[in-house]
């Protein structure tokens, strides 16, 4: 499989949105301690988590890579492993309290930006870990996962100011399922039971 086949496609877009509901939440709880959100504050948070939504999968399959001639007999387990951890983990995640010293700051600079930015990012290494094992355009799939980190950080602090936090748990939980899935599909496509 390549990532010109439909189901690569789809598979990178649900991978895309599944690891931006970090970045999204966050954006979220940032869009409840502003009173107004500005452009220019939207477009940063949007670079920052996008930025490094990109970055950390592209070093995870780098890394990976090096080392995958040593465990190619045991990739369709690394995948699901690692993509079940995640999923779990965000699942997890949504269902304990939100810390108050997350709510206290909405300051978009880059003392308050960097650590979130790389916090919400480090499931996204795992990830570009798993694609080195997969036939996959590692640049286009890096930069679906950006972009829609991206716009969805910045959606994440006008839904934020508007509609309160309500949201956050369901797409935590949809992000942790939708990764739990897709690697659970492509064990059982290793182990034939799948097409």
């Not at 999968?57 to 890579?65: K, N």
């Not at 600079?109 to 916090?119: I, N, S």
């Not at 996204?124 to 980190?149: E, P, R, Y």
Request: charged fraction near 15%; aromatic fraction near 12%.
């Amino acid at each position: 499989m390549n990532l010109h086949t439909p189901f690569m496609i789809i598979a990178v877009l649900l991978i895309a949105v599944s690891v931006s509901m970090d970045a999204f939440a966050v954006s979220i709880g940032k869009g409840l301690t502003v009173t107004k959100v500005h452009p220019v504050d939207a477009l940063k948070t949007g670079l920052w988590f996008g930025g490094f939504q990109a970055l950390f999968p592209l070093l995870g399959y780098f890394a990976a890579s090096t080392f995958s001639k040593y465990v190619i007999a045991v990739d369709h387990w690394i995948i699901f492993g690692l993509l079940a951890f995640i999923g779990g983990n965000m699942i997890r995640e949504a269902f304990e309290e939100e810390e108050e010293n997350e709510r206290e700051t909405a300051q978009f600079d880059w003392k308050h930006m960097l650590p979130l930015a790389v916090a919400c990012s480090i499931d996204a290494f795992a990830v570009g870990v798993s694609f080195a094992f997969m036939k996959i355009n590692i640049i286009a799939s890096v930069l679906c996962i950006g972009v829609t980190t991206g716009l969805f950080s910045a959606a994440g602090l006008y839904i934020g100011r508007v509609f309160g936090s309500r949201w956050q748990m369901p797409a935590q939980i949809a992000g942790g399922v939708v990764l739990i899935l897709i690697g659970v599909k492509v064990l059982l496509e290793h182990m034939g039971l799948l097409p």
